[in-house]
């Protein structure tokens, strides 16, 4: 039988369990929701980024021809603004792996910190 002061014990840990798995889920929710919000709006740039270019008028500059001439059609803003929602897109999904590995490796320390407090 146990003593109560091994049963709060372990009431703690089960609570602190529960409420660091409610903390994980609520986190992957989190990035998950975050991730897919990225993806659709970049596909929404993408589709919708033929139709905004082709509404831009290019101004009629005299003497600028060879400045930027890759950047002279409409067409080419389409393809600068989507490489650049990729590389966002890129930037976040980095950060969120990033917090996820950081997470996991929290959670691998709060296991084994248990484990030590465990053993006494």
């Given at each position: 039988?146990?003593?109560?002061?091994?049963?709060?014990?372990?009431?703690?840990?089960?609570?602190?369990?529960?409420?660091?798995?409610?903390?994980?889920?609520?986190?992957?929710?989190?990035?998950?929701?975050a991730v897919a919000a990225c993806?659709?709006?970049?596909?929404?740039?993408?589709?919708?980024?033929?139709?905004?270019?082709?509404?831009?008028?290019?101004?009629?500059?005299?003497?600028?021809?060879?400045?930027?001439?890759?950047?002279?059609?409409?067409?080419?803003?389409?393809?600068?603004?989507?490489?650049?929602?990729?590389?966002?897109?890129?930037?976040?999904?980095?950060?969120?792996?990033?917090?996820?590995?950081?997470?996991?490796?929290?959670?691998?320390?709060?296991?084994?910190?248990?484990?030590?407090?465990?053993?006494?």
């Amino acid at each position: 039988m146990r003593s109560h002061e091994e049963r709060v014990t372990e009431t703690k840990r089960r609570i602190a369990k529960i409420e660091q798995e409610k903390r994980l889920r609520r986190n992957t929710i989190t990035m998950v929701s975050a991730v897919a919000a990225c993806l659709v709006l970049l596909i929404g740039a993408s589709l919708a980024m033929p139709g905004i270019a082709a509404s831009i008028q290019t101004g009629d500059y005299c003497g600028f021809e060879t400045a930027a001439s890759i950047f002279h059609s409409g067409v080419a803003l389409g393809y600068i603004v989507i490489g650049l929602l990729a590389f966002l897109l890129g930037v976040c999904v980095t950060v969120l792996c990033f917090r996820l590995r950081q997470m996991n490796r929290e959670d691998g320390q709060d296991k084994e910190s248990e484990g030590i407090h465990g053993a006494d």
